[in-house]
């Protein structure tokens, strides 16, 4: 288990939905809603970014800590992003609706997820008009956000299940339910890493509690099916485990070039190899953090420089023999 | 560079060639040969070893030494060999001719193994009588072998050559001259390793010296395209090359199991690490034992045990990081 999130929908009433809005009507809903953000949010100092001026690279770290989309980072026209200190809680302004909120949490904590987003929705909306029906519900951009205008999201740390290739099933029965199995950056992206991310599809005609319960359940089942194929490769391809895993070792810190692709998929081995007991000397925490450091911008932001594509490679290998140097496989 | 060879093709007069020899004619011949062969040659105790008894691991073993060929080896019927202490020389009986003698050295020496072949020749001819026309020369059981019957050929390691996809022009530049370039274990397998054998073809209508002079010219001129290449690689695709030599280095201390072919291959990249400088604290000769140490039927032998494939695998990968855990890379 990684993370839990949920983030709503919204739309401030009185303004045309952000693809017929003018950049003036763009930039009257930012200064409405940073307004309403000013100051503190549960007693968080509240960032305000202005995306649109912002450089590549720091969009593309907002991108990679999971608080901006791709569709905010790369589009155009004035928007913007509100983030609490500690970045629990983000405010994406003009990406597909006028506002996405959204809290993240680690482990599986949704309802958490959905209390705080909920007061800080509360927050917005004492202050700014907010369009909504009184028989859909909120009103979106997207029909397929009608209603309680939410997505609860999970997302899981699956390699058993993709060594397995179990991942499919679970593919299969999560669309019989509506729920959606994504990538690690959402939609269309691939899963990088082995991480993919369980949400809901509807967000009409249910409450948002039972939402979260059907979102809960699910992911409690798909973790204990992981749990199942891990105990059985651990049985049944023990070595092969084994080797699986010393090799992402012996691979990440010997590499001289290595590309962001590659680490994710050789960091998930080892990631694997700790829960499974077969790493001693190395914590799920640094591989964590790894995770995270050695994704391009971040990578470039620790380096203090912006760098191609080839010498990021280089980087990258020479980050990941030092991180890793001062540990010792077991 | 690697070893230099000379073989010749021989057949005892008045029996039937291989294939239409009974039983009891091969029997004969094994017994003809061995007796002319007992005792020293050049000061060398001779040890006869009868093929057709022989356990499968140690026919195998034999194989991987180079001493015998894969259709002695695998073969059935009365056949036999005899290698002289140190190895240098064999004389394998009942191969596709009665005779083939063989004799091998480290380096570019194809000199000195035809004058030992010669003598060894000499020293059965003395004995027995060998089928000889006034004019076509040695008879042999396949007529590309009939004149000389000779064979020359010189081993080599070319990962450059084979990196740059210059090892086609090679095999071109070759064939047009008449000379062969094989694999390791000769006709028909595989650059395991990037080790290719370059021979001479014809053996008819030119004396052995002229032969020898061929391959002895191409063979520098090969070496010296391989040593552009390396060149040119350390000098266009440093970081490349580091990444590659320390990526093999890494899977070989680090995997729990290996096969033959991937310990080939990775072998390679750290031999041509070594010759390019780009490692230390790891002579060659390390790398060149491990390449024979670590196919099937040593590594039995080693292991003082039979094993299938898969204990093979993880036997030569613990093997493997013993080895070369003693050494560290620079």
Tied chains: 1, 2.
């Excluded at 509506?178 to 690690?184: D, H, I, P, T």
């Excluded at 692709?261 to 990631?271: D, G």
């Excluded at 990578?299 to 030092?322: D, H, I, V």
Aim: charged fraction near 25%.
């Amino acid at each position: 288990m990684i993370s839990s999130r949920v983030r709503l929908a919204r739309n401030v009433a009185g303004f045309p939905f952000i693809a017929r809005a003018s950049g003036d009507v763009r930039s009257q809903v930012i200064q409405q809603v940073q307004s309403a953000l000013r100051g503190t949010f549960q007693g968080r100092q509240m960032r305000h970014v202005n995306v649109e001026t912002l450089a590549m690279l720091d969009s593309q770290f907002l991108m990679e800590r999971q608080l901006i989309s791709r569709e905010l980072a790369r589009g155009d026209g004035p928007r913007a992003v509100v983030i609490s200190e500690g970045e629990r809680h983000s405010v994406m302004i003009n990406e597909e609706d006028h506002l996405r909120l959204q809290v993240l949490h680690s482990g599986l904590a949704l309802e958490e997820c959905w209390r705080e987003c909920d007061a800080l929705d509360d927050l917005i909306e004492s202050q700014v008009p907010v369009a909504f029906h009184p028989k859909l519900g909120y009103l979106t951009a997207c029909p397929t956000n009608v209603g309680t205008g939410i997505r609860v999201s999970v997302m899981l740390h699956l390699p058993a299940l993709r060594l397995t290739k179990d991942i499919q099933k679970v593919h299969q029965a999560a669309q019989k339910i509506s729920l959606a199995v994504r990538g690690l950056y959402g939609e269309g992206s691939q899963a990088l890493g082995d991480f993919f991310q369980i949400s809901n599809q509807v967000t009409l005609g249910k409450s948002e509690a039972d939402l979260i319960g059907e979102v809960q359940e699910v992911v409690q089942r798909i973790v204990e099916w992981e749990r199942r194929n891990r105990e059985f490769l651990l049985t049944k391809n023990k070595s092969q485990m084994d080797d699986q895993v010393a090799r992402a070792y012996g691979t990440l810190t010997s590499a001289r070039s290595i590309s962001s692709e590659e680490t994710m998929h050789l960091l998930s081995s080892l990631r694997m190899g700790i829960r499974l007991g077969l790493i001693e000397n190395l914590d799920a925490g640094t591989v964590n953090e790894l995770f995270i450091h050695t994704q391009p911008a971040h990578l470039q932001k620790l380096q203090g420089e912006t760098l191609e594509t080839e010498k990021r490679n280089l980087a990258r290998a020479t980050y990941l023999r030092r991180r890793l140097n001062l540990t010792s496989l077991g």
